[in-house]
């Protein structure tokens, strides 16, 4: 049985993530800031530590490291992403295992998309940056994949956005919904499979994995705020972002589509398919 790592196990993403992969492989995962969430086995890891990443690496041994750890949510956002980007892509390289890096639509600076995968970054935040610099670090490595998606949900626990919002509308403060900021939402399970089936496959470079439905990200709000029962908009404001933001970066998906067997759906297949939660 395959040997797979995943950093960040204990992340939104990773939550999904680690029980989907337990049945097919020797998996081990690790988390940092959030507690372990799963009876799979679990290390806390620092990625910011070189010699604890080799040293993980170096016991463990595994066949593919899945490179989830590293959100804008951590108070030290940059030094995570790029160092920790760093390390593991330099671990991957000494002992010759595959690399599945997890990246962003943020990387582009939202004036000309949808963006393919050769378009050259040109993020102008300091996470897209972040970003981009740890796909220059991954890219170093010849067996990695760099997966750009973007905003993730599932319809099983709410996104942070989605909490955010409507923990605040609970307690009668206002919420803007921007409309001016086009993305391509991807849901969680295609993600988390996508992640998994390029784990064994061959393929190598960049690949954005998103789904194939375009919206703001107002639209996007307005929809999951429905559908986990929220139809009241009391305190909700719609207005246009700040210069701060990339406006339009939809992905190019076609890449996916023809490489990949799992599917990915835009977000009112999506919600069309599923059962609206008591």
């Not at 800031?33 to 010699?51: F, Q, T, W, Y």
């Not at 009668?172 to 919904?177: H, K």
Request: proline share 6%; net charge negative.
């Amino acid at each position: 049985m395959s040997r797979l790592l995943i950093t960040g196990g204990s992340s939104y993403l990773g939550q999904h993530l680690v029980p989907l992969a337990a049945p097919d492989f020797k998996l081990l995962y690790s988390y940092f800031l959030s507690a372990p969430i799963s009876p799979s086995p679990s290390v806390r890891l620092d990625i910011r530590d070189g010699n604890a990443v080799r040293k993980l690496v170096d016991e463990w041994r595994p066949d593919t490291i899945i490179h989830l750890a590293g959100s804008n949510r951590n108070p030290d956002m940059e030094r995570v992403i790029r160092q920790g980007a760093e390390n593991i892509a330099a671990a991957c390289e000494e002992h010759d295992c595959r690399l599945i890096h997890l990246s962003t639509d943020v990387v582009f600076d939202g004036q000309s998309g949808p963006y393919k995968e050769n378009d050259k970054p040109s993020p102008i935040h300091a996470y897209g940056r972040a970003k981009s610099d740890a796909e220059i670090a991954v890219s170093r490595h010849q067996n990695h994949v760099i997966i750009r998606t973007s905003l993730i949900y599932s319809l099983e626990k709410m996104d942070h956005s989605t909490e955010w919002t409507t923990t605040s509308l609970e307690k009668g403060e206002p919420v803007t919904l921007f409309t001016d900021q086009v993305r391509n939402p991807v849901w969680i399970e295609t993600l988390c499979f996508s992640c998994l089936e390029l784990a064994t496959s061959d393929f190598t470079g960049v690949i954005h994995i998103a789904g194939a439905q375009a919206m703001s990200r107002a639209e996007f709000g307005m929809k999951l705020l429905r559908w986990w029962g929220y139809e009241q908009q009391d305190g909700l404001n719609f207005d246009l972002s700040s210069g701060q933001w990339p406006k339009d970066c939809r992905l190019d998906i076609d890449l996916a589509s023809q490489i990949l067997e799992t599917p990915l759906p835009g977000v009112d297949q999506v919600l069309g398919s599923k059962p609206v939660p008591n």
